[in-house]
């Protein structure tokens, strides 16, 4: 990982023009990464308003929150998101279509405009719980080849696994706001210089340690929790005196975005198990939008991302918004996570 001086400091246009340069990249994938910064950069005011802006709260009408598919109730962030996003991605000829946590069902662009060869999926904010009260949220997205022979695509052909992806990224909402991308070639951060309007690549090659001492994990679900989980985090909690032999730290934004983006930078494991509030759905985080873009940025900087069973990147995808159980960041502690799994599943075969 090498942290960039200030006189030689890329803007993520420049560093894509060489992603293309390199064979990385094609000219049409290079816009929709530059679209979607743009896009980010609107959120990023949008969020940044606050209470100023009138974007707090719920959307719909006072005490008749709007759902999204997934039974949960919007904010207005989440809409304004949304819609930023779609806007932005309508019409530069790049994209097939898009698929989004806050949208039932895939979008084709539209046929007034020229189709290009991408599908574009994304959790347009990520972490709406913390919208209101200012603790950092963000946007996640995964890029995806639009098939062969296919003109007008519609939810299947977007259930890819998540190693077809040919980018994914995130941009927090935080203190500052960082764009973390991989194009399949190492997991990069761009810092939006607010001065100058433009993403500026801060560290390139992202390397998360393979041991930690850190955990994220929502413990108020600990009772529900199945044995392994329970039998995994007891030996954390054990800490120096117990099985693993040291102390374990533990955080918890509760956004995905934050979360992941404290262990990339210093190391750690995050996990949303199956919970007994859960498990009939397969999980909390979404398959597509959430955890293989994540894992793909993991993995590209050395780290891990496993259900706790299977490799999440190898999971064959049966649903837009189907959940899946996470386990993701440093090597070593996904390892030993997984192992708890795979010790409890041999000994109740
Ligand atoms: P969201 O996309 O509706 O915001 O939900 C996803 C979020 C993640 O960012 C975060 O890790 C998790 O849900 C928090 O869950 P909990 O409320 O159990 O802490
Ligand atoms: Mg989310």
Request: with cysteine.
């Amino acid at each position: 990982m090498s942290s960039i001086t200030p006189t030689s400091r890329h803007s993520l246009t420049r560093f894509l023009i060489e992603e293309e340069r390199a064979g990385h990249i094609g000219p049409d994938l290079r816009l929709l990464i530059e679209v979607v910064a743009r896009a980010c950069k609107r959120i990023s005011i949008e969020v940044g308003k606050g209470a100023l802006g009138g974007v707090l709260g719920d959307a719909g009408t006072p005490g008749a929150a709007s759902m999204n598919i997934q039974g949960e109730a919007q904010k207005k962030l989440d809409v304004i998101a949304n819609d930023v996003l779609m806007e932005a991605n309508a019409w530069g000829g790049h994209l097939a279509g898009l698929a989004s946590e806050e949208m039932d069902h895939s979008v084709p662009i539209d046929d007034m405009y020229p189709r290009g060869n991408y599908l574009l999926l994304f959790d347009p904010l990520d972490g709406s719980s913390n919208i209101d009260v200012n603790i950092s949220v963000g946007t996640i997205f995964s890029v995806l080849r639009c098939p062969e022979g296919v003109t007008v695509p519609a939810d299947e052909h977007y259930l890819q696994p998540g190693t077809s992806q040919l980018a994914a990224g995130y941009c927090t909402y935080g203190p500052n706001t960082t764009l973390v991308l991989t194009v399949g070639h190492g997991t990069h951060a761009f810092t939006l210089d607010r001065e100058i309007g433009s993403f500026m690549l801060t560290t390139r090659g992202m390397q998360i340690p393979a041991e930690t001492q850190e955990f994220a994990v929502n413990m108020s679900n600990q009772r529900h929790w199945q044995p392994p989980m329970q039998a995994y985090v007891a030996d954390l909690l054990a800490g120096k005196t117990g099985p693993r032999g040291k102390d374990f730290n533990m955080r918890w934004v509760a956004s995905m975005v934050a979360d992941v983006h404290r262990l990339l930078t210093r190391g750690g494991i995050f996990s949303y198990p199956l919970d007994a509030k859960c498990e009939a759905k397969g999980g909390k985080l979404r398959l597509m939008y959430e955890a293989n873009p994540m894992a793909m940025l993991v993995e590209q900087a050395g780290g891990a991302a496993s259900t706790g069973r299977q490799r999440m990147l190898e999971v064959q995808p049966t649903g837009l918004h189907q959940r899946v159980p996470v386990f993701l960041g440093s090597r070593n502690e996904v390892e030993a996570a997984v192992t708890y799994h795979r010790q409890h599943d041999a000994a109740t075969a």
